[in-house]
Every structure is written in C-alpha cells, then in structure tokens.
C-alpha cells in the first residue's frame, strides 16, 4: 500500500513540464490534485517511472471571462472554483456540478483539469463540460497547442483523446444566453460517491420556445453521453406543449449503461427515465 | 531514486528533511516528523483519519506527496492545544457529545471541524455535516458527532438523555 518507487519533477513553466512529458515518452504521469492518482499509485495499479507535479506552475492557475467565454486553469481547486464569484456568476451549472465532486476534504486539493481530464465517466465535471460545449486547450513539446471540444475528449472509462505527452493548459467555458435553466441531478448512494446515475444540463428558452439545449448524462455508459434524441427534439419547441416523459424516453436511448455490484443497467435506465422526466419538468417550470 | 529536501512548518515549528519522492505526507508526519497523532487508515483516500491542515485547508495527508508540502504549514491534532493541557473547544465539543469511543477517527474529525471553524464567522450546520461525509466511524454511530458538529455552528441542543 505504498507507491511503487518513481522520479518527481515539479516544474514551474508549462514549457518545461511539456519537455518532461515528451522526454519520457509515455513513461510520466502528470500529478494535479492527486485524489484519484494518489490511491492508484498507493495500490500500485499506477507505477509510472516519473511523476510531473504541476501544482507550481502559476499559468495553469485562475479563472478569467473574455467575450462569451470563461476560462479557468487547469489545476484550479475545485473549493476554490466553488467560492469564485465570477464563476459562480458566469458558469453556475459547473459551480453545482463541482459541488457534488468528493468530499470537502478532497476538494481542497482536487482540481477542476484533473477531474476532466481523467475521464471518469461516473464524474460530474466531464459531463457537464460535454453539456455545456466546454473545451480543453492542449500543449505538447513537439507538436504546439490544440484544442480539443469536450463532446470528443472521451473515449471510454479513463481513456481521452489526450496524447501522452500533452499538458491541458486552458479550459474553455462557453456562456450561455440569458434566459438559460440549469438542470443537474445526481444520484448516489452517499454523498461523496460516484454517481449511479447523473444528469447535467443546459436549456435556454427565449419567447417561451426552446433555443438551445445541452444535456448530458454521467453515470450511464463508458463515458458521459451527450442525450442528443433528446436534445434536438427540445429544440424549437414550446415550453407548453412538451411531453416530458417522450423526452425522456429518447434521452435514455442514447445511454449504454452497464451492470455492476452497485446497479443494474435496467435499474440506471428505469431511474433515469424518471430523473429526466422530472428534472425537465421541474427546470422549466421554475422562474429563468 | 533521487531523494528532495524539503522545508516546513509543522505545528509551528520549522523542519527539514531530505525525503524519497513516493513517501506521502501521512507517513512523513508520523514516520520521520514524530505527530502520530496522524492516523493511517486506508491510505487511499477513503477514510479520512489522516487528516491534517495544510495552509489551513482539511486535506487528507495520504492523498498528497511529502515533497508537495514543501514550503506549507502543516498543522496536526498536536498543534491544536494551547499547551496548558485545556483541549481545543472542537475536541472538548466531541467529548461532550460523545463523537468518539476508539478515537482512530477522531485526530481527523478534529482537524476538519477544526479547520471549518477557525474563521471569525461560523459556518452553517449544513456546511459542518456535509464535511462530515469524508469521514468513516465505525463505533459511534455518527450521531454524537453529529450533535458536535451542529453545536459547533452555533446551535443549540438539547442535553442528552442519561439512560443510567
């Protein structure tokens, strides 16, 4: 139950820490919060040789808004995101969302770029960064910066379309128009554990109809899934002539949830069913 | 393997050390620094007991490198009492209302309780309760520390029953 012995390295530029990331050749691991690789390392089902602790490293820290946009850096705390005022006030989907990530104790070290980096498909922030159309901004020492839209990050449990030896320095937010509903629910056996089922989402209603909308489920398949059945059967449509229960039912079929100690798939589809319907009504119900 | 030094205050006092880079923080603080008042449960995380303050922050010490911690202060249950024996009012608290009886948890009860409640407002019952769920007791039932906890955010209970 101790780590397996590994080089550290804690750089304090994005350049540097990208050098030591190529120079290793699949060979690093990237430590940000730690409060998922820690427990891995201590378990030893991660024995990588040298671990590139980008805690010091000034740029991937902050969150700032320009033109539409939010951007927050990577290794963020996630209490520290909870108590931002402009992200409170510009993403307040993802403040809710990281509200229900760990525990108290693990959010003042966990960071928001970890957590959506690492893919976990029951977690709460890869899923709302799909339904919100957020991006990550890429760095690698040979091939410069990309951007990568969350909707094609994911892969499948724990694997990204993230290159061994890229850093993601930026996560890009996209503010929604007023008028937006937020819905997010989740559904876990304790507060603190990954989510059985889980739903996070954006619809903006102007005149009474629905312009745009971003759902997507954690918690339902090998990675969060955008409900995109569901999505475009919103769209357009009257807030007063909306059968709930139909939406539902199409947001579902876009899961592939799976069977396991904790849940069923038939038990997850049932309760998501149930947990849209509902999170729909109530969303669009209440006062924007 | 390349060995770090580190500098950091701990309970007050400056401590270098030169240390490998996979010892976590945990192990450091009671193996090489002397606070076993760091309690090593799972060491992955789930637990809690291994709780400490980090630049005044509850974190869990198993979750963090000793190397991470260089150039932070680090405050240990031991750091807690004033130093005339008086126990912190979160640990008075705790026995008040029964929230320990092995006391394996307790070291890391404390220093989140203590942590939430160091600043001149009190944080609300709802805030206290829920930090609480990064914990695991398996003897009291959670009840007792639940009454500290909300105690602690300014609320008033009613005395315990005395079944005796």
């Not at chain 2, 192990?27 to 309690?39: K, M």
Request: hydrophobic fraction near 40%; glycine fraction near 12%.
């Amino acid at each position: 139950m101790k780590p397996a012995p590994f080089d550290y390295y804690a750089p304090s530029t994005v350049e540097e820490a990208c050098g030591l990331l190529a120079e290793a050749g699949g060979g690093a691991t990237i430590l940000a919060g730690g409060q998922t690789l820690m427990p891995l390392l201590a378990l030893r089902m991660s024995q990588p040789f040298l671990l590139v602790d980008i805690n010091r490293i000034a740029a991937l820290k902050g969150i700032s808004r320009s033109a539409g946009s939010t951007r927050i850096g990577p290794i963020t705390r996630q209490n520290e995101a909870i108590a931002d005022a402009t992200l409170g006030s510009a993403q307040p989907l993802l403040v809710t969302a990281v509200k229900h990530v760990g525990h108290h104790q693990t959010r003042n070290r966990g960071t928001i770029g970890g957590s959506i980096a690492l893919g976990e498909p029951a977690a709460e922030l890869p899923a709302t960064s799909v339904a919100l159309g957020a991006s990550v901004e890429v760095r690698s020492a040979k091939r410069g910066k990309r951007r990568i839209a969350a909707e094609e990050l994911y892969l499948g449990p724990y694997a990204t379309a993230l290159e061994f030896d890229e850093l993601v320095t930026d996560i890009h937010v996209p503010e929604w128009p007023t008028g937006t509903r937020w819905m997010f629910r989740e559904l876990a056996q304790r507060p603190g554990d990954f989510a059985l089922v889980g739903l996070s989402g954006a619809i903006t209603v102007q005149d009474g109809k629905v312009s745009k909308a971003g759902l997507a489920w954690f918690g339902m398949g090998p990675t969060p899934i955008k409900a995109r059945q569901a999505e475009a059967a919103l769209l357009g449509q009257s807030l007063d002539r909306l059968d709930h229960a139909a939406i539902a039912e199409l947001a579902v079929a876009d899961t592939a949830p799976f069977d396991d100690h904790r849940a069923t798939s038939e038990y997850r589809r049932t309760v998501g069913r149930r947990m849209f319907a509902r999170a729909l009504r109530e969303t669009l119900e209440a006062k924007a | 393997m390349s060995k770090h030094q580190i500098h950091l205050d701990i309970n007050g006092r400056a401590h270098d050390a030169s240390v490998e880079g996979r010892l976590t923080l945990c192990d450091f603080l009671r193996g090489d620094a002397g606070y076993t008042g760091v309690h090593v449960g799972c060491e992955h995380g789930v637990c809690g007991a291994c709780t400490v303050m980090l630049d005044g922050l509850a974190v869990r010490s198993c979750l963090m490198l000793a190397v991470q911690a260089d150039g932070c202060s680090v405050t240990t249950v031991e750091g807690l009492c004033s130093g005339d024996g008086a126990l912190h009012p979160v640990q008075q608290t705790l026995r008040e209302e029964h929230g320990l009886q092995c006391g394996f948890c307790t070291p890391g009860v404390v220093m989140t309780l203590a942590a939430l409640t160091q600043g001149e407002q009190k944080p609300s019952s709802e805030t206290l309760i829920n930090a609480m769920s990064g914990h695991i007791c398996r003897c009291t039932g959670y009840q007792g520390i639940r009454r500290a906890a909300l105690r602690l955010a300014g609320e008033a209970l009613a005395p315990v029953e005395d079944h005796g």
